[in-house]
Nanobody, 118 residues
Framework: QVQLVESGGGLVQAGGSLRLSCSASGTVVSEKMMAWYRQAPGGQRELVGRILSGGTVDYYTESVKGRFTISRDNDKNTVALQMNSLKVEDTAVYYC???????????WGQGTQVTVLS
């Protein structure tokens, strides 16, 4: 029933910007903790940042702090990841996640590829 769909990935030059969107159905993002993760080729999935149900972003991984911004559009039921000053090291598949609750499991999107060119 819950479905998360990422969009907005693609190829960008280093220093450029990209905005990812996570469209949610079957759930209300304003009532959940939502997170963005990424997984580089051959690497582990890394938590990029998290937004709480109250709308506060309580975490960014150090490597993206000051460059990436998580936001939420309650009317559209979406969570965005604005990525600025992109680096080659940001190349990864980016995933949207809904954190688990006592009554529901975690949900993951399928991911969207971001490739940053030097």
């Amino acid at each position: 029933q819950v479905q998360l769909v990422e969009s907005g990935g693609g190829l960008v030059q280093a220093g450029g910007s990209l905005r990812l969107s996570c469209s949610a159905s079957g759930t209300v993002v304003s009532e959940k903790m939502m997170a963005w993760y990424r997984q580089a080729p051959g690497g582990q999935r890394e938590l990029v940042g998290r937004i709480l149900s109250g709308g506060t972003v309580d975490y960014y991984t150090e490597s993206v702090k000051g460059r990436f911004t998580i936001s939420r559009d309650n009317d559209k039921n979406t969570v965005a990841l604005q990525m600025n000053s992109l680096k080659v090291e940001d190349t990864a598949v980016y995933y949207c996640k809904q954190d688990p609750t006592p009554w529901s499991p975690a949900y993951w999107g399928q991911g969207t590829q971001v490739t940053v060119l030097s």
